[in-house]
């Protein structure tokens, strides 16, 4: 009798923090909920519902290897439990791993023949995968491939004599023609293809030319800032530079990967930065994140955009200058950005980083999978990755890194925070992320971080997301995806 009354107790232990759980995904905290779900988790760990309730907590967060882990615990738990397929189709989906979640959603079928929603995510998969496969099988070889850079002659297009936009004149980028596109952005205007080429191949050229690893030096009385993910948020961008200036060479900016991709202004964000760079190659730095290549741009929406505003050969030419992007910076011998994190094995040099061939999508493993991916643990040692690509690194190994390299801080991207960075690792590394309210939900602030030289102090700025027009985030992703937003 005393064991059936402490495994009631237990059950309804359960569901109360399941309820707490549930509340708190609700208001979009879904690191809370999570923390409430493993509770619950911890008194009764035979329920598939908690499971699956913390797998989509997990997504939200862009942890999908832990979404996938939580799913099939769901399914171990209970084989005929619909959701526990559904919740790591979707993981798979978000990962753009199709054919797995093909399978995964073909099995919700069975177990729920009559579901409409099922039967609708289905077909969305379904026309990915056979998407996907008509892709491949019309691809060309990479060492047959001509880049799409070469076939463009952007001089030879006409602008027609009612544009009133932004114009280029000549060959040279200004600041007054960057002022007029961004102000022509902000009230929802196009760029002229012309000029969009121009921007684009003019700094393709630039890119293309710098090491993997890019040395910047602030001299003595000098400042330096470096923001984090902006992700097709141009209207937060901009209150970057009402906050801190337009970039110039008294005040030089580092973007540190993930300018596009989930936000709907991600042409606009892109271009601008692009254009910085054009008009003063050292007013502006841009580091490779991981929704600079194909697959992410194919999924989180800035394909879509770039279709809908310029043309399908332009997403071919920001895959190719993409590509061009270095993989990190050093400021000053001493302080090492990157957009994701460190490594699986110690003794990585400066040297190795600036010896990877970097022209090329990303791979699944090795260094420069692990720049743009890994995040930082509180825990010593290494770990899975939550996302499911790269890994966890500890204190110790960042440590280790910044000593045998003769340098003293680690700032990286990659993950929104609460207050828009953090500071983990005995203060030897900060996250910082700079888009505010990500994707109009999360409700966290922004932040950058300026460098005074010589020392290098980090003074860390944070600031609040502003009105942008009524266009949703992810509003030119694939269908498939949107169905789970």
Not at 57 to 83: F, R
Not at 340 to 361: H, Q, T, W
Not at 449 to 460: H, M, Q, T, W, Y
Request: overall charge negative; proline content about 5%; hydrophobic content about 40%.
């Amino acid at each position: 009798m005393l064991i059936m009354e402490a495994n009631n107790s237990n059950v309804s232990r359960a569901e109360e923090l399941k309820l707490l759980a549930n509340e708190a995904y609700k208001a979009h905290k879904f690191a809370q909920a999570i923390d409430l779900y493993t509770q619950a988790i911890e008194v009764n760990s035979q329920n598939a519902v908690y499971f699956a309730n913390r797998s989509i907590a997990h997504l939200k967060l862009e942890e999908y290897g832990s979404a996938i882990q939580d799913a099939s615990k769901a399914i171990e738990v209970d084989p005929k439990y619909s959701k526990g397929y559904y919740r790591r189709g979707a993981a798979y989906l978000a990962m753009g791993k199709f054919k797995e979640a093909l399978k995964d959603f073909q099995q919700v079928k069975r177990i729920r023949p009559n579901d409409p929603d099922a039967t609708k995510k289905l077909k969305e998969c379904e026309k990915a995968v056979m998407k996907l496969k008509f892709a491949e099988a019309i691809s060309v070889p990479e060492s047959e491939r001509r880049p799409v850079a070469d076939s463009i002659n952007y001089r030879s297009i006409d602008v027609e004599p009612q544009y009133s936009g932004a114009r280029i004149e000549g060959d040279v980028v200004t600041l007054d023609f960057v002022k007029k596109m961004m102000d022509d952005f902000k009230h929802q205007k196009n760029l002229h293809q012309r000029y969009a080429f121009q921007i684009v191949l003019q700094t393709k050229e630039m890119l293309q030319a710098l090491p993997s690893l890019v040395d910047i030096n602030v001299p003595k009385g000098n400042h330096f800032t470096v923001c984090g993910d902006v992700h097709g948020q141009f209207y937060d961008l901009l209150n970057i530079f009402e906050l801190n200036g337009l970039p110039s060479e008294e005040n030089p900016y580092l973007f540190n990967g993930d300018f596009v991709d989930r936000g709907s202004f991600s042409l606009e964000v892109i271009l601008t930065l692009f254009a910085f760079k054009c008009m003063s190659p050292s007013a502006i730095y841009l580091a490779r994140g991981n929704h600079e290549s194909k697959s992410m741009n194919r999924i989180y929406g800035f394909e879509g955009e770039v279709q809908s505003k310029l043309s399908e050969k332009f997403v071919e030419l920001f895959a190719e200058v993409f590509c061009c992007l270095p993989l990190a910076h050093v400021i000053n011998g001493k302080v090492f950005v990157v957009h994701g994190g460190l490594f699986s094995v110690d003794g990585v040099k400066l040297s190795d980083i600036r010896a990877i061939n970097r022209f090329c999508e990303p791979p699944e493993e090795g260094l420069m999978c692990e720049l743009l991916w890994s995040d930082p643990q509180p825990t010593p040692g290494r770990g899975p990755s939550k996302r499911g690509v790269g890994l966890s690194f500890g204190g110790d190994v960042t440590k280790r890194f910044l000593q045998e390299n003769n340098l003293d801080l680690v700032v990286r991207s990659h993950e929104v925070k609460d207050e828009g960075y953090e500071i983990e690792h005995d203060g030897k590394l900060i996250t910082v992320f700079s888009a505010p309210n990500y994707c109009d939900q999360m409700g966290n602030k922004g932040a950058f971080i300026r460098f005074e030289a010589p020392d290098l102090k980090p003074n860390i700025v944070t600031f609040s997301a502003v009105d942008h027009p009524d266009v949703k985030p992810m509003a030119y992703a694939n269908n498939f995806l949107r169905l789970f937003q």
